[in-house]
């Protein structure tokens, strides 16, 4: 089948992959597993995951509705966000199964009418810094996510049986899970036998479980604390998901030469991928060789002068008409991709585990304009 560019290609088998190792996870550990939609709420993408997790973890309205659409009233939704609007609380309380609360000023306003509906938790901040890199750290200084330890420690909450669960998240692309024991460490040495008060733990995500080789670590703790505090554990993959389960094919559209390097021009942007130019983050492409003789400036096709996905290394020149791949773009980026300077957003394919391809979705002009038309 031949395809449009630029193109964003779903892998199933990948995917199913990747998800029936949560789901043994799930089996031999006895924890609970929550999509993270904000990875990629791609409607193919939830509808294939609904049958090997316990449900969806969201951080807005729109994708607890998108997240209701798709399980129906089965399935758990687990809304953890900064950015918990008065307005929308009602509606997300017909929505979501829990409600972890950001802060406990959060907690005090919206809590009485939250627990009326759904499940109340609390968002956690261990003060446990894994990443060198800030914008990447939940636990960075003066971090926005989540009550302090020492202050939540303070509040007595979990004393006062006031909350039924606690929330945390401190990695990113973790691989192993040292982080986790350290963080579980720390969190029963300030509360004790008060998490024995409480009905779950959510560890949130940022554990690439794909490439973790050893799981029996996690195993042993999710067995132990299930065992000694009785209580639910919950893990919310999204990268471990969707990252190595998608592809962005592109096409050449020129080659010429700037001040004696080789610039090659795509049919797609790092909009599509706005995380290449928010972190200087370099994609794996299919025709780089550590060992190619050619190097090529990779860019993309919009007037923005950093549209650039790197220099990569060649074994042959490229010409315009050839098509490179860049590889593990499934998690944070279709769902930040934009249209600047007009440029179509990805066609979306599935290819299925016999290789074909079939077109899930196309953009077209009717949806650019729908976007900045306004009503007059």
């Not at 006031?162 to 350290?182: C, M, Q, R, W, Y």
Request: glycine letters at 6%.
């Amino acid at each position: 089948m031949l395809i449009d560019t630029p193109a964003f290609i779903i892998s199933e088998a990948t995917l199913k992959t990747n998800l029936n190792t949560l789901a043994q996870l799930r089996k031999h550990a006895g924890c609970k597993v929550l999509y993270a939609m904000k990875a990629l709420p791609c409607s193919h993408v939830l509808e294939m995951a609904k049958s090997f997790v316990d449900g969806f973890s969201v951080s807005s309205l729109f994708e607890a509705q998108l997240a209701r659409d798709v399980l129906g009233k089965a399935g758990e939704v687990h809304l953890t966000t900064p950015s918990l609007i008065a307005q929308e609380l009602y509606e997300l309380t017909t929505l979501c199964t829990h409600i972890n609360f950001n802060s406990l000023s959060h907690h005090e306003l919206y809590a009485p009418i939250a627990k009326t509906q759904t499940q109340i938790g609390l968002r956690v901040n261990p003060k446990l810094s894994f990443l060198s890199d800030n914008r990447f750290d939940p636990c960075r200084p003066y971090s926005k996510l989540g009550v302090d330890i020492d202050t939540l420690w303070q509040s007595n909450l979990l004393e006062k049986k006031e909350i039924n669960g606690l929330h945390f998240h401190t990695v990113f692309s973790a691989h192993d899970f040292t982080p986790l024991l350290k963080t579980i460490e720390k969190l029963r040495r300030y509360f004790g036998h008060q998490l024995a008060q409480l009905e779950w733990i959510n560890f949130g995500g940022g554990y690439l479980f794909q490439y973790i080789d050893n799981y029996q670590p996690f195993i042993d703790l999710v067995t132990t604390l299930r065992k000694e505090l009785k209580l639910d554990i919950y893990i919310e993959p999204g990268n471990a998901v969707v990252g190595n389960a998608a592809n962005l094919v592109a096409s050449v559209i020129d080659c010429f030469e700037s001040e004696g390097k080789n610039i090659v021009i795509l049919d797609t942007s790092v909009n599509h991928h706005p995380e290449v130019f928010e972190y200087q983050r370099i994609l794996d492409m299919d025709l780089h060789d550590n060992m190619g003789k050619y190097a090529a400036i990779i860019a993309g096709g919009t007037c923005l002068a950093g549209d650039i996905f790197g220099e990569y290394r060649l074994r042959q020149p490229l010409h315009i008409g050839d098509k490179v791949t860049f590889h593990n773009v499934g998690a944070y980026s279709l769902i930040k991709a934009h249209r600047f300077n007009g440029h179509n957003l990805p066609h979306i394919y599935a290819q299925t585990s016999e290789g074909e391809l079939r077109l899930l979705k196309h953009y077209g002009y009717q949806d650019y304009q729908q976007q900045w038309l306004m009503p007059t």
